[in-house]
């Protein structure tokens, strides 16, 4: 399981985009309103360990989670785009353990 902050759902809506299925968290801290309520959350099994694509760099196979992480990444990045704001949170989030 894994669940990220994100205001305005910004990320979830581009995910969502992608074809990615995150669940929307809402109401995360209701005794500090000054802090971000929203978020998303992905379940993760073994079965988003299978190949689901190649790699168009390598031609490595690509587990589903590889892609999602991909993409996380792209979405996330400063200037990707100019749809997403800059959002360091999931830069943490990915170099703790999606990687």
């Known amino acids: 399981m894994l669940s990220v902050h994100d205001p305005s ?4 809506k581009v995910l969502k985009k992608k074809n990615h299925g995150v ?10 309103p000054h802090k971000c309520q929203t978020g998303f959350t992905l379940s ?4 988003a360990l299978r190949p689901v694509k190649d790699d168009p760099a390598t031609g490595q196979p690509m587990s ?10 792209e979405v ?3 200037g990707g785009g100019g749809a997403v ?7 943490h989030v990915v170099a703790s ?3």
């Open 44 to 47: 993760v099994t073994p079965n």
């Open 64 to 73: 589903a989670l590889d892609v999602f992480t991909n993409d996380l990444i």
């Open 9 to 12: 759902a910004v990320l979830q």
């Open 85 to 91: 704001a800059c959002l360091p949170v999931c830069g």
């Open 23 to 32: 669940a929307a968290l809402f109401n995360l801290h209701p005794n500090q």
């Open 76 to 78: 996330s990045a400063c």
């Open 97 to 99: 353990g999606l990687q």
